[in-house]
């Protein structure tokens, strides 16, 4: 008998416009593949943030993981990272505030920048997360609930 490993596995999407298609359908083909993973036992659906390029959707990154958060169960949607040169830190902070508030639990994972709210390995995420190297300190990371249980940023 051979013991097997379990490897999660993951998607990495790009919320691609197809060459015939329009936005709107790259979002229902991200929501359908995010629901397909998810039916076949995959953890995680990250989604990347890209700008000013025409045949990727995900733009506007924090809003399409809280369609495909909604519109699943059970994996852990998020991305790898959010540019905060392109945003303001603090509206940052607030949107996955309201994402963590709206999904609440184990079964998300939002994306922090250059940390993680829950490492996977069970090892503490760094005390400096980076909405503070960006200048957003911690009052304001509470002020977004972005942690409510431990009451401050990661």
Known sequence: MTD???VPLSVLDL???IDVGTPADAFRNTLDLARHAE???Y???WLAEH???AGIASSATSVVIGYVAGGT???RVGSGGIMLPNHSPLVIAEQFGTLESMYPGAHRSWPWPRTRLRPDDGSRASPRSGFE???VPGAACR???LLPSAGRCL
Do not use: D, E, F, P
């Open 4 to 6: 097997s490993i379990k």
């Open 15 to 17: 919320a691609s416009v």
């Open 39 to 41: 039916r076949l036992g």
């Open 43 to 45: 953890n995680r659906y």
């Open 51 to 53: 700008h000013n390029m």
């Open 73 to 75: 169960k059970r994996i």
């Open 133 to 135: 190297r960006a200048g």
């Open 143 to 145: 002020a977004a609930r």
